[in-house]
Structure formats: C-alpha cells, structure tokens
C-alpha cells in the first residue's frame, strides 16, 4: 500500500458547547468529514472548521446525520426513504456552499452515527443516501464501511467509493462496527489502535472482539473527533504508518485526479 487517506469527524461543536480540538487533529490527518449542523455543528462552526481544513490542505467532506443535536446522531430513527433523501440532500448542499464560499470543491460525503450504521444494512436507507449524494454531485466520493451494504450500493449508484475502516473502534464478527452500548466498542488505548491499524493496512484483515478475522478493504481510515485524545490518536497512528512507508493523502478519483481544487483561495471576511 503506497497510501491511505486519513479521516476525521469534525466541527461537532455547536454555540457555546465545544467538543474536540479540531485545529489540533487537522494536522494529522488528510480528510475532514464536517458535521452539518442536524446531529452536531452550527453555520459558524462549520465555517470556522472549513477555514482550519483549508489552511491545512485537508480534503473537506460532508458528515450528515440524523437531525438530534440532543442525541448526537447516535439514535436510531425511522424515516420514509424520500424523507432521508431530501435530509441528506438538506446537509450536503449546506457544507458545499460553505466550500463555495471559501473557494474550494466539497471532495466526498460520509454519513455520521446511527444513519450510518443503519445504512450499513439497511438496502432502502443506503439507496436514498447514495442518490442524494449523486443527485448534488456524482464527482464526490462516497465514504462507506469496508464491505457493507452501503458501499454495494454507493457503487451500483455509480458513485466512486472509499472502503473505511476504523482505528478507535472494535469490530463484529460480519465486520460490523461493535454497538457503542458494548464496553468494548471503543479502543482508548493508543498502541492497541496503532496495532489494529497496521494489521489492516498489511493484511486486510481486522480481528473482531471474538477473536474471528474478519477481511476489509483500507481506502479510509476513520478517528473519531471527539474521542478523548484524538490528536494523540491521529498523530501516533499517522507516524506508524509513514514508518511503514505509506503515505498520508486524500482519496482520489479513478484518473488519479484530486478531489480538492487547486486554485482555492480564502474567503473574504464579511
């Protein structure tokens, strides 16, 4: 492997409420998934999160979840599939022209939390996230959990797909992410993650909380913005991997091409 890309959950702050160090976990990391405001984050924060990413050259991607600030995204919910559609739709187009504003392209989409999860399994949810993502821009890339249902299905949309596996979190024996109601489903300890990570990146292989090697498909790796420590996480994780010679960098289209644009400049101030 030459390189992955790294990605992080950020601009989950909302008012007075701050979560994370987003400034500090940019540095570390290529990809920033950027919450939209329903589950987490507010116009500001998403602005101010845009401009860290930027300066930084951190490719810029919509994190899209259910609409429960109080819950974090992190309740189930049931909605009819044109309802998700037109959520999804909602929040990409918040954080493109946000992009617009600032003079660069959103580069990929990546649902948060419980809608993530759901949609993992779930046919109907996974169909109506992925024709929001291609109806606002077929361009962008679709982040989805290694082997999922999400990812076949971003796929038959004919959206480009970056597979995601994850460092801070523990694995099912079908290669689903362990219930966060399970103690287990959160690995705190640095050298536990860095170890985790590099098992996948030269195997394709993540072992569940079972003991059953379960084989997944490295595009993305994923660290959680708002676990303790993140930036301890991402820049310990990000030295293990350059020692092994693989780079860090955003995900590409298929011609090689990047997703970011070039010629982005800062926004003015208002």
């Not at 954080?95 to 989409?109: K, P, S």
């Not at 399970?182 to 300890?189: F, G, K, L, S």
């Amino acid at each position: 492997m030459a390189s992955i890309d790294l990605n992080s959950d950020v601009g989950e702050s909302y008012g007075r409420y701050q979560l994370g160090d987003d400034a500090a976990v940019l540095d570390h990391v290529s990809s920033a998934n950027v919450a939209c405001g329903m589950h987490a984050g507010d116009p500001s924060t998403i602005a101010t999160t845009v401009g860290l990413a930027l300066a930084r050259g951190v490719a810029i991607g919509a994190h899209p979840g259910f609409a429960d600030l109080q819950g974090f995204g992190r309740r189930p919910m049931q909605l009819a599939p044109d309802a998700l559609y037109h959520l999804v739709l909602y929040q990409i187009g918040a954080l493109q022209a946000f992009c617009t504003a600032a003079g660069t392209r959103l580069a990929h989409v990546k649902a948060h939390g419980a809608l993530y999860n759901m949609a993992v399994r779930d046919s109907a949810m996974a169909h109506a996230i992925c024709c929001a993502v291609r109806d606002v821009d077929a361009q962008l890339i679709f982040y989805g959990l290694a082997g999922s249902e999400l990812v076949r299905t971003a796929r038959a949309a004919g959206l480009t797909v970056a597979e995601e596996v994850f460092a801070d979190r523990s694995y099912q024996d079908d290669g689903s992410l362990t219930p966060r109601t399970d103690p287990r489903a959160m690995i705190t300890d640095i050298q536990q993650s860095v170890e985790q990570v590099l098992r996948m990146v030269r195997s394709g292989l993540v072992r569940s909380v079972h003991g059953v090697d379960v084989p997944v498909r490295p595009d993305t790796l994923c660290i959680h913005g708002d676990q303790p420590g993140a930036a301890q996480f991402a820049q310990a994780i990000r030295a293990a991997l350059e020692a092994e010679g693989i780079a860090i960098a955003p995900v590409t289209r298929p011609n090689g091409s990047p997703i970011a644009d070039p010629h982005r400049h800062a926004a003015a101030t208002p």
